[in-house]
């Protein structure tokens, strides 16, 4: 049963607040969280403010005093604060976590939305539930995929939008800054982090929010080079899918800590590793996509080069059935400059050229990671770092061939780590690097 106790605040050192418990309980290591509301005219009084936790049952409400303010004893964990006065409302994410917090709270007139809602396909997203977490504020998007907000707050925050089938497109937050919105973000990140994110300037608000496809929809393989076994000297980093598809480590190689969990680095130029078999996943595409962290330890120091990250290649010859190479190039393609760089043939005996290559020529840092996401769709290559597309190219290969090359980490004289390789059997876009980038470890 609920019990509702609501004590009045009569000093800002005595100020006491309800509590609402509920099955499951709360920790008993508690912080104080006080402030001061404030409205257009000044202080704002007899206020009720609520915290409602973001992972348990509990809440507390308060009334402001005639100064303003407001305290109450909170358990750990994550609250949504909010107070509603008229037409003006304040909304805010805060952190209990072993320190006293004190904050500002401003009551501002609100704000009305009316975007629209789509699946990646294009489709109308009837029936998505939108709503603004630690509130009982909630609209269902509808028939024409519009989805309306009166009187939103203006703020910090993320709204959440709850996908009906998330094996076919992601659960995403939308991200507001004042009145203007921004994303979608894989709803993994914790909310509070999420509010503090730098903000790019080259991300822009849209009328139009998008649930991208699921990340692990056609996924082709994923290796996190987390487990090795050693066989005869070698080492093989087993895949997580259906198949175990191992890559055989070569020459001077460790595995150090990555992006997620362990990555591997290769330290020297006998270092390299190899799919040798690849099952036939390229064969007769016309889409794929090649996601991976990279960190380069060292720029090399000759003047011309195009040197293999990853790819399926032949490295030259009369039997060369190359099929795609991230790399990097200098003194190639009219590059002056350490590039990335994603190149594609049809693997039926085309050596890689500069037309059939897309160029981030944006400058490389050494010793960081960097998450780079690779595709092909029907002739199109886009290059996307960090979340963001760095370059397209329209290209006149439009179907890969069956090729039996196997598939090389470096083998290049290039010392890097690498982790978290995924390769798709569909194209990725702006929206699906972005989301990715966040998900899979990007800050």
Request: charged share 20%; proline share 3%; with cysteine.
């Given at each position: ?27 008993e290591e508690t912080n104080t969280l006080a402030g001061v509301l404030e409205n257009s005219s000044g202080m704002a009084s007899g206020v009720s403010v609520l915290a409602r936790s973001l992972s348990t049952s509990f809440e507390v409400t308060c009334v402001s005093d005639s100064s303003g303010r ?251 059935n190359s099929v795609f190479s991230l790399a990097l190039i200098q003194g190639v393609c009219s590059v002056t400059a350490p590039s990335l760089a994603f190149f594609v043939a049809d693997g039926e005996g085309k050596d890689f050229n500069c037309e059939n290559a897309v160029i981030d020529s944006s ?29 397209k190219k329209e290209t006149s290969v439009f179907e890969i061939g069956n090729s039996i090359e196997s598939i090389y980490i470096g083998k290049e004289t290039l010392l890097l780590d690498i982790d978290a390789l995924r390769f798709y059997r569909e194209p990725i876009d702006e929206t699906g690097a ?10």
């Amino acid at each position: 049963m609920k019990i509702r106790l609501l004590l009045f605040c009569f000093l800002s050192f005595l100020l006491g607040c309800s509590e609402e418990r509920f099955a499951g309980g709360v920790s008993e290591e508690t912080n104080t969280l006080a402030g001061v509301l404030e409205n257009s005219s000044g202080m704002a009084s007899g206020v009720s403010v609520l915290a409602r936790s973001l992972s348990t049952s509990f809440e507390v409400t308060c009334v402001s005093d005639s100064s303003g303010r407001f305290r109450m004893d909170l358990p750990y964990g994550i609250y949504a604060l909010s107070a509603t006065e008229k037409n003006s409302s304040f909304y805010e994410l805060v952190r209990i976590s072993g320190e006293d917090v004190e904050i500002s709270a401003k009551l501002l007139k609100g704000f009305d939305i009316s975007v629209r809602v789509l699946f990646a396909d294009s489709s109308s997203a009837e029936g998505v539930v939108v709503s603004l977490p630690g509130t009982n504020v909630k609209s269902t998007v509808g028939e024409n995929g519009v989805l309306e907000f009166e009187n939103l707050p203006r703020g910090n925050y993320v709204l959440n939008l709850k996908s009906p089938s998330t094996t076919e497109f992601e659960n995403v937050y939308y991200r507001i800054s004042d009145s203007l919105f921004y994303g979608p973000y894989p709803d993994g990140i914790p909310l509070d982090s999420l509010s503090s994110l730098e903000i790019s300037s080259r991300q822009t608000q849209d009328s139009v929010w998008i649930l991208p496809f699921a990340t692990e929809r056609n996924l082709l393989g994923y290796w996190n080079f987390n487990r090795s076994d050693s066989i005869s000297q070698r080492v093989s980093i087993a895949n997580v899918r259906e198949k175990e598809l191992p890559f055989f480590v070569y020459g001077n190689t460790e595995f150090v800590s990555g992006v997620e969990n362990k990555s591997l680095a290769l330290k020297d130029s006998t270092g390299f590793a190899v799919l040798e078999m690849d099952s036939g996943i390229f064969n007769r595409t016309q889409t794929f996509s090649v996601e991976t962290w990279v960190r380069l330890k060292d720029i090399p120091v000759e003047k011309e080069y195009r040197k293999n990250i990853v790819g399926k290649v032949g490295f030259g010859g009369n039997t060369d059935n190359s099929v795609f190479s991230l790399a990097l190039i200098q003194g190639v393609c009219s590059v002056t400059a350490p590039s990335l760089a994603f190149f594609v043939a049809d693997g039926e005996g085309k050596d890689f050229n500069c037309e059939n290559a897309v160029i981030d020529s944006s400058f490389i840092d050494t010793f960081e990671w960097v998450h780079v996401v690779a595709s092909f769709d029907k002739g199109t290559l886009k290059l996307f770092r960090n979340g963001f597309l760095m370059a397209k190219k329209e290209t006149s290969v439009f179907e890969i061939g069956n090729s039996i090359e196997s598939i090389y980490i470096g083998k290049e004289t290039l010392l890097l780590d690498i982790d978290a390789l995924r390769f798709y059997r569909e194209p990725i876009d702006e929206t699906g690097a972005f989301i990715r980038f966040y998900k899979h470890g990007g800050r």
